[in-house]
């Protein structure tokens, strides 16, 4: 605990000087006293490399060797740890991750397709080789969830882990709703904010908020990375009529992501969900996100902060290099990979009330068609709306249930169509319990 | 990182059998697995002890060596942790502590009047003897406060730290609020249902909530605990008055701790403000409690979760000893107890927003005067209700400024008596933005 008189700087090798790699060097620049004091030890910067050499960063480089890539720091002898800022689960991060353990570095990485896809397997080379890698920065960006649910939670047997975990969806379903504006505008919007993805799917289609999901599960419930089995629902259905009616009914359309461990297996999903407007998941705006944690001794915990940017994710990798720097050194995945359980993927059968929202032709008893359907699947409704459109002779009905079960609403959206009175397909969103 | 064959169990001796304790001696028979899957190796409790030996527990503790004195513990060899939860900065708690430090056993406490008041003697002795102290449970139960503050933001300048971290203050202002109920009612409430420590000024008197601050503030800054150096309010003169009419104006009133390093000093100060009824801190409820970190690189950081009970104080607790058992060894404050700076106290001269409630005597001109002398003293207002008691004659009057110095509301309210148009003292309560 007491340092020693001449105590070994943390030597790092940087690859990728995007946003992210330059809000690191940016901090051991400015904060080199603090974190010294800290981290009990110098931190320094030894080696960096990036695509384009030349790009002005706008940082002062001058003190540190170019390599030309990725992999070359994993080979330097002067190289601690490999701070992996590149992205993508697959080519020269990847190379540049597993080449590192291999040459006995440990590696702090914010790449969390990597981790979702290739978790296991770089955790168990990780932990053959006696190296450590740490990935705070991979989930929610500068909220410290990674080491609240290693750490912190230990001690309690976790029941429930959600959140709304990618900033651009939750940018864009709030900027629908302020602005009265229909999802392509707000999505044409922050593309050229440069909130999205340079595979936009990879935002909208919730693959990214997937990949943190997964991460998250396996540490709450130790069990195997399983990236494949959430299920997984995209933004891009959602329209702003359902903003505005779920509004109209006191809710909020949030990303959502959920995973419990049930007892056919593991629930993970991400999907678009109804949340209270006024709980704190319904008031979380534009880029912000929020995980909340339920543990059998603590309750319910909930964390929120910036999930992107230079400054909140340089935070968690910073994080990260401290603990290296302070000699603590746990399982990847909070106990080591080998007792990591697998899981069978599970579909959700919490019931929970659903927002349906059905728009039916101008024909005599079509709603008591609807009606009849869905008490027939066991389905009762809480409350009903009816709007006219005189324009059309369609009328839009909206609906919320008492709980049910997914099943039961399943089965009515497939039996729905056979009532000949729907225009169109009906929208059906679960309102979760926060 | 990987287990021994054999990995030798966490002894520990637990002090102290209230709430939290057999909250902590729940987890660790109901979760040996998990805990040893987690912790790289077996948690036991060796030995017990409490002030009642007959008491009815509810909890089996026939496994465990009973002793007379919390000292014994220290002096145990087959204790290699003492668990202190009995509380109270002198006395056997003390005692206990500082022995089982000299005895070269690491310490885990709840107890955040004992670190509040000798933090700094004992984080010295703590790291003479290379022990260490943990007491993630001593500030804000089961928020994670402590572990965010000292490693999740370690690579940040912090900038402030604030919360609601005395449950059952917000428990009374809340309820005060909700039922429309005089202070004096619910105090009595809240005492009956044991919300109330047995010294209840330590509760509304402000001074356990400051004892979290002053921890915090060491932690944030870098700082010796300096307890003496806040500035504390409790919430005794809060009237239901009070509470409604800054309801009226979109406010809710919390009691506020706030710590920050200004180039004067440290300034630390608990005391009633004014919040927006729609900021996080503004919406939380009952014994909830809520943590605001502002660092430089992670923005705002909001940790929510219960601040007492034994379900959430126990997890904390547990992740003190999980952390021992897998062979974390920061030093206590987060970095060397020697190189904690000392500092001076610092009134707070950040401008803010201030509410005024005055009662004027049915005088011509009496707003007037009022208005003068804020105008003389550089305050101008943002908004005013007059409101008429036609009863009495009197005229209770709203003010809330705009952004002043609180040297200028200071100034202003020591000259208003001098208007004579005064009826009683005024109420001032400053407006935080969160």
């Not at 290739?118 to 960006?141: M, S, T, Y």
């Not at 964390?303 to 940017?309: D, W």
Request: aromatic content about 4%.
């Amino acid at each position: 605990m007491t340092a020693p008189i001449t105590p070994a700087p943390l030597r790092l090798g940087i690859a990728g000087l995007g946003t992210v790699g330059i809000g690191v060097v940016r901090i051991i620049q400015a904060h080199a006293d603090l974190l010294s004091a800290r981290a009990g030890r110098p931190v320094r910067i030894t080696a960096i490399c990036a695509r384009d050499r030349k790009k002005n960063r706008d940082a002062d480089l001058s003190g540190y060797d170019w390599v030309d890539c990725a992999t070359d720091l994993a080979r330097r002898d002067d190289v601690d740890v490999v701070v992996e800022l590149i992205g993508g689960d697959e080519g020269i991060a990847r190379q540049a991750v597993e080449l590192a353990l291999d040459n006995g570095k440990d590696v702090v990485t914010a790449n969390k397709a990597l981790l979702a896809i290739h978790g296991q397997a770089l955790a168990e080379r990780a932990e053959a080789k006696g190296r450590l890698i740490r990935f705070e920065a991979a989930v929610a960006g500068g909220i410290p969830v990674i080491k609240t649910m290693t750490e912190s939670l230990a001690g309690n047997r976790i029941r429930r882990v959600m959140g709304v975990m990618n900033g651009t969806c939750n940018y864009i379903l709030t900027r629908m709703q302020s602005g009265g504006l229909p999802y392509a505008a707000v999505f044409e919007e922050a593309r050229k904010l440069g909130y999205l993805e340079a595979d936009p799917t990879l935002d909208v289609g919730g693959i990214d908020a997937s990949h943190k999901l997964a991460i998250l599960a396996s540490i709450a419930f130790g069990t195997r990375i399983a990236f494949d089995g959430v299920e997984i629902e995209g933004i891009e259905r959602v329209s702003i009529d359902d903003i505005n009616r779920a509004a109209d009914m006191g809710y909020r359309i949030k990303l959502l992501g959920v995973a419990q461990m049930t007892g056919r297996g593991l629930e993970q999903r991400m999907s678009p969900c109804l949340v209270p407007a006024d709980s704190p998941l319904g008031q979380l705006e534009g880029g912000t996100n929020m995980v909340v944690i339920e543990g059998d001794a603590v309750g319910q915990i909930v964390l929120r902060g910036a999930g992107a940017g230079a400054g909140p994710t340089a935070s968690a990798v910073m994080s990260d290099i401290i603990e290296i720097a302070r000699g603590v050194r746990l399982p990847v995945f909070g106990q080591p990979a080998g007792s990591l359980a697998r899981t069978q993927p599970a579909r959700t059968a919490v019931p929970a009330a659903y927002y349906l929202r059905l728009t039916l032709a101008d024909k005599p008893g079509a709603l008591a068609k609807v009606a009849t359907v869905l008490g027939d699947a066991g389905i009762s409704i809480d409350r009903m709306r009816q709007y006219d459109d005189e324009d059309t002779g369609e009328a839009p009905v909206l609906i919320v249930t008492h709980k049910t079960t997914p099943d039961a609403i399943d089965h009515a959206i497939e039996t729905l169509p056979s009532t000949g009175v729907l225009v169109g397909d009906p929208v059906e969103l679960r309102i979760e319990e926060v």
